[in-house]
């Protein structure tokens, strides 16, 4: 079982910075979850734009946020984070953080834990 709380959602305008961040509880070690972040805006169908692999720590972005947004890491803390620079209006969604097993690293699919959500809005 794991449990997933995302923070740091907010208000910024277009080119500006914004970080969140996912606190992870779980009765196995965290760290052996592939991570990723997603999001949806309204309309839209949910998006994976970053996840990060158990372990090595490889990560792999959407291109729509690459060169862009950063996901990392604490395990120490059991954090999972994704700093947001260059944001554009069309960021503007819900961002969900998620946890899945090693083999969801290698899509944005079949992740089988999820956040509660939280609301990036980006003004032009």
């Known amino acids: 079982q ?18 969140l961040s996912c606190a992870v509880a779980s009765t ?3 760290s052996s979850y592939c991570m990723a972040w997603f999001r949806q805006a309204p309309g839209m169908e949910r998006e994976g734009i970053a996840r990060i692999y158990p372990g090595t ?9 690459k060169g862009r947004f950063t996901i990392s890491q ?17 960021d503007t969604a819900m961002y969900y953080c998620a946890a899945g097993s090693f083999n969801s690293c290698y899509s944005f699919r079949d992740f089988g834990y999820w956040g509660q959500g939280t609301q990036v809005t980006v003004s032009s």
């Open 28 to 30: 196995n070690t965290p």
């Open 57 to 65: 720590g490889t990560t792999k972005y959407a291109d729509s946020v």
């Open 74 to 90: 604490d395990n120490a803390k059991n954090t999972l984070s994704l700093q947001m620079n260059g944001l554009k209006s069309e």
């Open 2 to 19: 794991v449990e997933l709380v995302e923070s740091g959602g907010g208000s910024v305008q277009a080119g500006g910075s914004l970080g």
